[in-house]
């Protein structure tokens, strides 16, 4: 009992100095918050009493410095009020939603984001771990957590499988191993009719003309197939299907070509072009660019013809399925930043009917 008493009579009197220091600063505090008051009520004479951020700021501020006890008389807004200010301003002191220099993790780029949403497209039975494992490999360090949460935000399941494959999907992952045939006709500057036969690999868009002649038959057509099953070699192990339509020149023998390939035989419906979609477009397009400017004399003639177009088609033409790349050609072209007219060279194809263009190394 003896030691409480004596502990607190030491405080009691080391709180002494302390008020006796702090008096003028506080008269002086009391000084400047009527001063303020005075301000405001100057300011606003016509009007209710209104206390700008300002105000509040220098009352709260001022509050430091003036006894609690004293602030119902000093101050003319409440205890309540002066505390909920100066709590606001503390807040305000942390808050960084406003602040252009904010700490912590930035936020994904969007070319990340969207690079995210593209492997996730093309690749729906991976899920967001295999996904972020790409990324990496790719030089691009994101956790899965961030993956997750750019999937989740635009609606895709992160899990393996979101969807069953669509039909475009579908039919692109077969089309790799067809590869469809088809005849189209060429005339001659004598009014005579040929016949030509063209197959074209779907998958990467390569085109072969076998043979032309003026009288087509079963046996003409099957020696064809076997002419094109020996040009392929090794790659036709990467063909599965061929489609033709149901012309009477597609015998037995024809399909047997390429049954002993292992590879099976569609037939399109009669008088059905889009079944055989890709090979149309291609004999529209021998016709657009070639035939419709070249004066066809013969058989010998349409060959060569034909065949040097078909060289261009297969080693230059660009493809928009195949990112403007021709189908013999894997690799993208190098980039290049400066334009120079000089360097760039003109190759005719067929006179000038067709031109490639290319850079002088």
Known sequence: MIISLLYRATRAL????????????AKDAELLVLRLENAVLRRQLDGPVRYEPTDRFWLA??????????????????????????RRLIA?????????GRT???????????????????????????????????????????????????????????????????????????????????DTATDRRLYALAFLEHGTRRLHITGVTAHPTAQWATQQARNLAADLGSRVESLRFVLRDPDSKYTASFDAVFEAEEMGVLISAPRAPRMNAHCERVIGTIGREVLDHVLIMN????????????????????????????????EQPAVLHQFDPVRLLRTRVLGGVVNEYRYAA
């Open 14 to 25: 080391l709180s002494v100095p302390a008020v006796l220091l702090r008096r003028d600063t």
């Open 299 to 330: 058989e010998a003639h349409a060959r060569q013809v034909l065949a040097e177009y078909r060289d261009h088609y297969n080693r230059h033409r660009p493809h928009r399925s195949r990112d403007q790349r021709p189908p013999e050609i894997q």
């Open 92 to 100: 305000s002191k942390w808050d960084y939603s406003d602040r252009r």
């Open 61 to 86: 501020a001022l509050s430091s410095l003036i006894p609690r006890r004293s602030w119902r008389s000093v101050f003319p807004v409440t205890p309540g009020t002066l505390l909920a200010w100066h």
């Open 104 to 186: 912590g993790r930035p936020a994904t780029a969007a070319a990340l984001k969207k690079l995210v949403l593209r492997l996730a497209r093309e690749n729906p039975r991976c899920g967001h771990r295999r996904s972020q494992g790409e990324l990496a490999r790719l030089g691009h360090p994101i956790a899965p957590s961030t993956v997750w949460e750019i999937l989740r935000a635009v609606g895709i399941d992160p899990a393996p499988r979101r969807t069953g494959p669509s039909w475009r999907e579908f039919l692109t992952a077969q089309a790799e191993g067809i590869i469809a045939a088809d005849f189209f006709h060429v």
